[in-house]
């Protein structure tokens, strides 16, 4: 830590001990006798801190102080005052200063409160840069799309952002960016200060989940030690974002929408009611309506949830996004990776154009990812496509023309075809456990489902075909 101090006194003494441990602790240290050299040394050596006697012959320290505070907002200023004088520390704090240490001083003391004031900084700084990183993740700019079911879908957001509605249904299938947009409204509100956090209520086993969301008192239940807070407790103020509520419990549901109705809930154990000023935003891959329908999910909850309703198209039914969506993930992908890719070819584009995309926008990105690993520096050819779980490019190099014309697996009638030039099974059972895993971003479980086998035996080919899981990870 290569940190600049520099000490102003107009006792040697003083200045001399300082410099000597300072340096010492591995500061760069610079010393000053009078206001005057003070504000040289302020401009020529730009230090981090600055130790600053209250009484100096030439200025008083607290106007200095106040100078140096409008020349750089972010150095630290920590006062050195001679005598045991509350009412002007106190003064200085108001001004601006970090701290003060009172003369005679230790030297240990110092070292400490230097050290103190560097490190608050730096999470300050750690905590402002993660706040704007989130903030750019999560602009509109960020969810892209220019067809008109988009414009239709940025509309709602802002409109549910801006006047803070309280309950916000996303439909819309896996991939889709229901997440972009639940960020997007809550980044976008009044709540923004506040709290966004997501439970995902398919992966938090039945048991668990009353627990995590409401929170429990000490001694609840058998280990219950200390009270917990839950997540509508934590979100005070701001976002609870449930994420595939259609896999919420049905024991649990009744208590959701109590939470709703009444904007009060209760620990686990706990005897007062905890009002709750929370937007809650659900968001489902499933058509709610029909698990109603199959008694799988309780339909008052699912009418008091569906006021505000976003549903988010398919990226097969906004076909044109695709254009803008590719440049935009060339563009961050480059920034991100360092990477020099300058755009992708027609035949290329058409290709994309022409897939179904049952992955939806996730897929697309992963797809570009991949093309542009193997290409890193130029234009991306339909060739850097063939290579992606989606592998619609076809070696005759005649670019894919529609999935049920030319594709190794065709489900036009539900049907498969077996290609007039033959097949090898275990690359159509390889590519397909890949699609399964891509789109379902990894989850074993999930994938193990859509392809009716065990979860077991999806493990043992993933093994087989030798996996990485973390491949689907994003
Ligand atoms: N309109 C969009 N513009 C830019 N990126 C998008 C858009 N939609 C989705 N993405 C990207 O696609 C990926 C998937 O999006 P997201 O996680 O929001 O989908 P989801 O609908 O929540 O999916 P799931 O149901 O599987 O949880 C993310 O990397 C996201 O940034
Ligand atoms: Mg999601």
Not at 123 to 136: A, H, S
Not at 306 to 318: F, G, S, T
Not at 327 to 347: D, M, P
């Given at each position: 830590m290569n940190k600049r101090i520099l000490v102003v006194d107009d006792e040697n003494l003083v200045t001399w001990s300082l410099e000597k441990a300072l340096s010492k602790a591995g500061y760069s240290v610079d010393i000053a006798?009078?206001?005057?050299?003070?504000?040289?040394?302020?401009e020529t050596f730009s230090p981090n801190v600055v130790l600053l006697d209250v009484r100096l012959p030439d200025v008083s320290g607290l106007n200095l102080l106040q100078e140096f505070k409008a020349q750089d907002k972010d150095v630290i200023i920590i006062m050195i005052t001679a005598y045991a004088d509350v009412d002007s520390a106190v003064q200085?704090?108001?001004?601006?200063?970090?701290?003060?240490?009172?003369k005679p001083f230790d030297l240990e003391n110092i070292k400490h409160t230097v050290h103190k004031a560097l490190e608050k900084k730096y999470?300050?700084?750690?905590?402002?840069?993660?706040?704007?990183?989130?903030?750019?993740k999560y602009t509109y700019d960020n969810l892209i799309g220019n067809s008109l079911a988009m414009i239709k879908v940025f509309k709602m957001i802002k409109i549910c952002a801006e006047t803070d509605a309280k309950i916000v249904l996303i439909l819309g299938e896996s991939g889709t960016g229901k997440e972009l947009a639940a960020n997007s409204i809550h980044f976008?509100?009044?709540?923004?200060?506040?709290?966004?956090?997501?439970?995902?209520?398919?992966?938090?086993?039945?048991?668990?989940?009353?627990?995590?969301?409401?929170?429990?008192?000490?001694?609840?239940?058998t280990d219950a030690g200390s009270r917990h807070r839950g997540i509508f407790e934590s979100a005070e103020g701001g976002t609870v974002f449930l994420d595939e509520i259609g896999d919420m419990p049905l024991a649990m549901q009744p208590k959701i929408l109590k939470v709703i109705e009444?904007?009060?809930?209760?620990?686990?154990?706990?005897?007062?009611?905890?009002?709750?000023?929370?937007?809650?935003?659900?968001?489902?891959?499933?058509?709610?309506?029909?698990?109603?329908?199959?008694?799988?999910?309780?339909?008052d909850l699912f009418f008091r949830?569906?006021?505000?309703?976003?549903?988010?198209?398919?990226?097969?039914?906004?076909?044109?996004?695709?254009?803008?969506?590719?440049?935009?993930?060339?563009?961050?992908?480059?920034?991100?990776?360092?990477?020099?890719?300058?755009?992708?070819?027609?035949?290329?584009l058409n290709c994309l154009m022409n897939y179904n995309w049952p992955g939806n926008v996730r897929e697309l990105r992963n797809a570009v990812e991949r093309a542009m690993m193997l290409e890193q520096g130029n234009t991306l050819s339909a060739e850097n496509f063939n290579h992606s779980a989606t592998s619609f490019v076809r070696k005759d190099d005649k670019g894919f023309q529609d999935e049920t014309q030319q594709g190794v697996v065709r489900s036009g009638n539900g049907k498969i075809v077996l290609p007039s030039e033959g097949i090898a099974l275990k690359d159509v059972e390889k590519d397909l456990i890949r699609q399964a895993l891509e789109r379902y971003r990894g989850n074993q479980t999930k994938a193990a489902k859509c392809l009716k086998m065990t979860r077991d035996t999806l493990r043992y080919r993933m093994k087989k075909y030798d996996f990485q899981l973390q491949e689907w990870k994003m």
């Open positions: 006798a009078t206001g005057e050299e003070a504000r040289q040394k302020f200085t704090l108001r001004d601006g200063a970090e701290d003060y240490v009172g999470l300050k700084q750690q905590v402002d840069y993660f706040k704007n990183e989130i903030r750019r976008h509100s009044a709540r923004s200060e506040a709290p966004f956090i997501e439970i995902n209520c398919s992966a938090i086993p039945e048991n668990l989940l009353e627990n995590e969301l409401f929170g429990h008192e000490r001694g609840a239940y009444n904007k009060k809930f209760r620990r686990l154990g706990g005897r007062n009611n905890i009002e709750s000023d929370v937007r809650i935003i659900a968001a489902s891959n499933q058509d709610l309506l029909g698990l109603v329908n199959e008694k799988k999910f309780r339909g949830l569906n006021v505000m309703n976003i549903p988010l198209p398919p990226l097969r039914e906004r076909k044109e996004d695709i254009t803008a969506l590719v440049n935009y993930f060339i563009g961050r992908l480059n920034e991100e990776y360092g990477w020099a890719v300058k755009g992708i070819s027609e035949r290329a």
